[in-house]
């Protein structure tokens, strides 16, 4: 059974516009620098799929799907001195930090955003809607994930909008 995700990223660093624009419409997910969201990518698997989040946007919002298309690996951004994700006390013998690959479903043509969310009473236990919660990789149940893919429907072009 595939597990569902959501994964934060600020447009000014990283849209989904720009995984629109990336070659095959996929990128690796690098960066994380907190152990729980670090675990949270270990766990994930080819096939599972996540919500992409803009944070930090006006307003904050789900604005479209993502596929893992490969499975957690060392994050090579940790060993590059040159890098801002650089570690030195990650090594490739012993590496700290993980990344997965992620491929684009879906683009909502309506953000789905923070406020509105927390509106649905089949997400009040989201983890994204709880007072405080800044994972930027969360795990999203089952259900939430039906829930939230019911507020979306498809336009003409196959892409997604709020109902």
């Known amino acids: 059974m595939p597990q569902y995700w959501l994964l934060k990223s600020e447009p000014t660093s990283f849209s989904i516009q720009d995984l629109a624009q990336s070659p095959g419409q996929t990128t690796c997910w690098e960066g994380v620098r907190n152990y ?15 919500f992409f989040y803009h944070s930090n946007a006006d307003p904050p919002a789900i604005v479209g799907t993502v596929e893992v298309v490969k499975s957690a690996y060392p994050d090579p951004y940790a060993f590059d001195r040159k890098s801002r994700y650089f570690d030195s006390k990650s090594t490739p013998k012993a590496p700290r930090w993980f990344l997965v690959d992620i491929k684009l479903m879906k683009t909502f043509s309506s953000p789905l955003g923070l406020e509105y969310l927390r509106t649905i009473p089949g ?10 919660s800044r994972l930027s990789v969360q795990p999203v149940r089952p259900e939430e994930w039906k829930c939230v893919c019911s ?13």
């Open 151 to 163: 507020l979306v429907t498809p336009n003409k072009r196959g892409r997604g909008s709020k109902a």
């Open 123 to 132: 997400l009040a236990h989201m983890e994204l809607l709880r007072k405080g």
């Open 36 to 50: 729980q969201a670090r675990n949270f990518l270990k766990s994930m698997n080819v096939g599972d799929q996540g």
